[in-house]
């Protein structure tokens, strides 16, 4: 979210961030978010990545169902930012986001110094043509 912030306020992006839109029908919002991006940016942390493997828990059912109808729909047009040091690793992304996603580039912003040097790029991927 405040990653969500930054992008909307400092580079004037328009953005569908599930954490502030998901009331009510969350199913139906979720495919209906995915399918009017032109991308998706799905941020890594070692707690999503954990999320995502368990079944217990609404919350964690719709991660899942999200992470899925977006590698369904958009893979092509997916975007990964890893956000802490332990998910640099490709061999810890666990479940759906090795088998998925593991062959995929990310933008590196694991650390303050790597968000400000990589901010820029994770721009210009959300802005490159589809």
Not at 104 to 111: A, I, K, Q
Request: hydrophobic share 40%.
């Amino acid at each position: 979210s405040e990653m969500n912030y930054v992008l909307q306020n400092e580079y004037d992006l328009n953005t569908w961030f599930d954490g502030e839109r998901l009331k009510g029908d969350i199913d139906g919002q979720i495919s209906r978010g995915i399918d009017a991006s032109s991308k998706v940016v799905i941020f890594l942390t070692k707690f999503y990545n954990e999320r995502i493997n368990e079944n217990d828990g609404v919350e964690k059912v719709y991660c899942k169902s999200e992470l899925r109808f977006a590698i369904n729909r958009k893979k092509e047009n997916i975007i990964l930012v890893v956000l802490d040091k332990y998910m640099t690793k490709p061999r810890n992304w666990s479940g759906l986001l090795g088998l998925h996603l593991g062959d995929l580039l990310y933008v590196d912003m694991s650390t303050p110094e790597k968000r400000a040097k990589n901010m820029n790029v994770l721009v210009e991927n959300i802005l490159a043509p589809v």
